[in-house]
């Protein structure tokens, strides 16, 4: 059976006129911490994706929303929720196939500047440029700006795409899934290319050309092990 979905030109008229318990929020990386904070304020809990927030001092502001009005905000990574990921990261973490020497992934791109020259382009009539582009600056429409996770203006291309759920496999398997890195360096000039240590002493380059999109190659003592959403790949096999 196909429901009717009714359709509204912003989220705070939904919120007004339905009775929902909870926001599932799906917009843009650059809309996504301001609908919530929406939600949050008319009374519902929150599940959105990643990237959840553009800046670190957005996350600050809903954080502070959500124990102020005390709700549940939940940020999800789908892989988390696939066995065979979840499979693949505890054989790293427990040591199951040595100790890490290295662990390898995609030097992920950022985002790009819009371009300044860009000249305006009649605007779909069933869009809604102005609510489109939410809390941003406001520019005139162009249809490359649809495109928006490329430009870093709205967010930060592959690094807050595939980079988020490759970085967190990484985190998962090492065991780091509450820390971050102690150490990050450059492995050539120019190129993007960084290395990052963990303090339990994992190293993680992000050197990689080609390779698992949301995920990483570990090397580690006693083989290899390819970790890709919902994909393994091992040398021996495991």
């Given at each position: 059976?196909?429901?009717?979905?009714?359709?509204?030109?912003?989220?705070?008229?939904?919120?007004?006129?339905?009775?929902?318990?909870?926001?599932?929020v799906i917009t843009q990386d650059f809309c996504r911490t301001l609908c919530a904070i929406h939600a949050i304020l008319a009374g519902l809990d929150v599940y959105a994706e990643k990237a959840l927030t553009t800046y670190i001092s957005e996350g600050r502001v809903l954080v502070n929303c959500v124990r102020k009005h005390n709700k549940i905000l939940q940020v999800g990574s789908q892989q988390r929720s696939m066995r065979l990921n979840d499979y693949g990261c505890?054989?790293?973490?427990?040591?199951?196939?040595?100790?890490?020497?290295?662990?390898?992934?995609l030097n992920y791109p950022g985002g790009h500047p819009i371009p300044a020259n860009l000249k305006e382009e009649p605007c779909p009539q069933d869009l809604n440029w102005n609510a489109w582009q939410g809390?941003?600056?406001?520019?005139?429409?162009?249809?490359s700006l649809l495109g928006w996770m490329q430009w870093k203006e709205y967010a930060n291309g592959e690094m807050t795409n595939w980079g988020a759920h490759?970085?967190?496999?990484?985190?998962?398997?090492?065991?780091?899934?509450?820390?971050?890195?102690?150490?990050?360096?450059?492995?050539?000039?120019?190129?993007?290319?960084?290395?990052?240590?963990?303090?339990?002493?994992?190293?993680?380059?992000?050197?990689?050309?080609?390779?698992?999109m949301g995920g990483a190659?570990?090397?580690?003592?006693?083989g290899n092990l390819e970790i890709n959403r919902n994909n393994l790949k091992a040398n021996p096999e495991v």
């Open positions: 059976m196909w429901i009717q979905w009714k359709l509204y030109n912003s989220d705070l008229e939904m919120f007004e006129h339905e009775k929902l318990d909870c926001a599932f505890k054989l790293v973490r427990e040591g199951q196939l040595g100790k890490i020497k290295v662990v390898q992934a809390p941003t600056e406001y520019r005139q429409f162009h249809g490759g970085i967190d496999q990484i985190q998962w398997a090492v065991g780091a899934s509450q820390t971050g890195p102690v150490e990050l360096w450059p492995l050539e000039a120019g190129n993007g290319k960084v290395g990052m240590k963990y303090a339990n002493g994992a190293v993680v380059q992000l050197d990689l050309d080609k390779g698992p190659v570990f090397r580690c003592e006693k």
